[in-house]
């Protein structure tokens, strides 16, 4: 069963950047998509940037031309976060897509708060 394991969470004043990457461990036939989820309390999980296995890539309208998804190795994907501001702040969550009927799997998430 794949597992997944986010970093790079913090605390980061209005402007400033994070860079949160997450990593993919045990066996899975075929990764489909990988991306980033966030939620805060109260409130829906809601998209922020996914990947395909073909490179597509999709944005959420609020973090376009701000946050950068990539990947980094087979299993590892980055999502660069500049120009942070207070509306960003929420829990991240990486999320990963395998082949159908199999479910989407979650990570634990990372805590992003842009604070002064």
């Known amino acids: 069963q794949a597992q997944l394991a986010e970093f790079g969470g913090g605390v980061v004043q209005p402007g400033g950047s994070l860079r949160l990457s997450c990593t993919m461990s045990g066996f899975i036939s075929k990764i489909v998509a990988m991306g980033w989820f966030r939620q805060v309390p109260g409130g829906r999980r809601e998209l922020v940037a996914t990947i395909t296995e073909e490179d597509e890539i999709i944005y959420a309208d609020s973090v376009k031309g701000r946050f950068t998804i990539s990947r980094d190795t087979a299993n590892t994907i980055l999502l660069q976060s500049d120009n942070l501001k207070f509306e960003d702040t929420a829990i991240y969550y990486c999320?990963?897509?395998?082949?159908?009927?199999?479910?989407?799997?979650w990570g634990q998430g990372t805590q992003v708060v842009v604070s002064t």
């Open positions: 999320a990963l897509d395998p082949p159908y009927p199999f479910s989407r799997i």
